[in-house]
């Protein structure tokens, strides 16, 4: 079965940091771009961050680059994002999903990991 | 940047009513990157449409995503109980490399 399990949510004060981890399984892992997308409480989606494969392909939206790092394990299977900085506005649920190919949708999402920053 | 719009907000329907959904782009988007999810509550969101028009593997045939450059609609042509639920489209390019659109929520009426 094609699975993605996120976990390392949690509850963090405003500036602090947080990693975060995607447990893949089920499929050729190194072959898929993976992304971390995120939903506040009550609100729609957000992209946060792509990866391609093999990393060579790094993308973030524009509220989280230099605060957010993502990366990946192929060998392990696993995909990371490092957040930093911390805002309030960062609380949400982090999904972690798994791209089509030729970037037609997101095909796979994890049940995601919820990350609380307080004031 | 492409912003996507959707309406109605909220749409009230029966079951066994047909659901048409709209999703509106700032600017014409190419239909092979543009994708339909479904979000039921407390769930991570499900792909149901691919490419504008491809259903996603497990849909049902009652579900058909249509339109091209700045005009796309998803339909539910006989909503069964299960498809109540919030759906949002999407877009995949370059910056940001994929957008969302705010949602809108089908609801029992």
């Known amino acids: 079965e094609v699975q993605l399990v996120e976990s390392g949510g949690g509850l963090v004060k405003r500036g602090g940091s947080l990693r975060l981890s995607c447990a893949a399984s089920?499929?050729?892992?190194?072959?898929?771009?993976l992304n971390w997308v995120r939903q506040a409480p009550g609100k729609g989606l957000e992209w946060v961050s792509s990866i391609s494969g093999g990393s060579t392909y790094i993308y973030y939206a524009d509220s989280m680059k230099g605060r957010f790092t993502v990366s990946r394990d192929n060998a392990k299977n696993s995909l990371y994002v490092q957040m930093n900085s911390l805002r309030v506005e960062d609380t949400a649920v982090y999904y972690c999903?798994?791209?089509?190919?030729?970037?037609?949708?997101?095909?796979?999402w994890g049940q995601g990991t919820t990350v609380t920053v307080s004031s | 940047e492409i912003v996507l719009t959707q309406s109605p907000g909220t749409v009230s329907l029966s079951p066994g009513e047909r659901a048409t959904l709209s999703c509106r782009a700032s600017q014409s988007v190419s239909s092979n990157y543009l994708a339909w999810y479904q979000q039921k509550p407390g769930q991570a969101p499900r792909l149901v449409i691919y490419?504008?028009?491809s259903r996603a593997t497990g849909i049902p045939d009652r579900f058909s995503g249509s339109g091209s450059g700045t005009d796309f609609t998803l339909t539910i042509s006989r909503l069964e109980p299960e498809d109540f639920a919030v759906y949002y489209c999407q877009h995949y390019g370059s910056s940001p490399r994929w957008t969302f659109g705010q949602g809108t929520k089908v609801e029992i009426k």
């Open positions: 490419g504008a028009s």
């Open positions: 999903t798994r791209d089509l190919p030729y970037a037609h949708g997101m095909d796979v």
């Open positions: 089920g499929f050729t892992f190194s072959t898929y771009t």
